[in-house]
């Protein structure tokens, strides 16, 4: 059974940065597609990025390009995403998701993903 843990939310203030960790297990193989979204309360849920494979694709959210940066880790078997410049308005919920199967059409969409973690609160304080 796959599984996807988050670690590293908490409370920040703005400007601070921070990195989010996602430990994935259940597979002997890496997934082939991990992504990052996050929700805010009353919002949708919103794509931040997404690392193929080895990592040697990465693709960003425009609203995020220059600020977070996904990497993978895949002998930890961990993705990581590093923020910078926090922002009051990136306090939300965010939620690691990772797809195994290849193909695929948009792995901007959580359609794409096949499994998804429970999330971690990360709030920015002005």
């Known amino acids: 059974q796959v599984h996807l843990v988050e670690s590293g939310g908490g409370l920040v203030q703005a400007g601070d940065s921070l990195r989010l960790s996602c430990v994935f297990s259940g597979r002997t193989f890496s997934p082939n597609t991990m992504g990052w979204f996050r929700q805010a309360p009353g919002r949708e849920r919103e794509f931040l990025a997404a690392?193929?494979?080895?990592?040697?694709?990465?693709i960003y959210a425009d609203s995020v390009k220059g600020r977070f940066t996904i990497s993978r880790n895949n002998s930890k078997n961990t993705v990581y995403l590093q923020i910078n410049s926090l922002k009051p308005e990136d306090t939300a919920v965010y939620s690691c998701?990772?797809?195994?199967?290849?193909?695929?059409?948009?792995?901007?969409?959580?359609?794409?993903?096949?499994?998804w973690g429970q999330g971690t609160q990360v709030t920015v304080s002005s």
């Open positions: 998701a990772a797809r195994y199967a290849s193909g695929g059409s948009n792995m901007m969409t959580a359609r794409f993903y096949e499994y």
């Open positions: 690392s193929i494979w080895s990592g040697a694709v990465t």
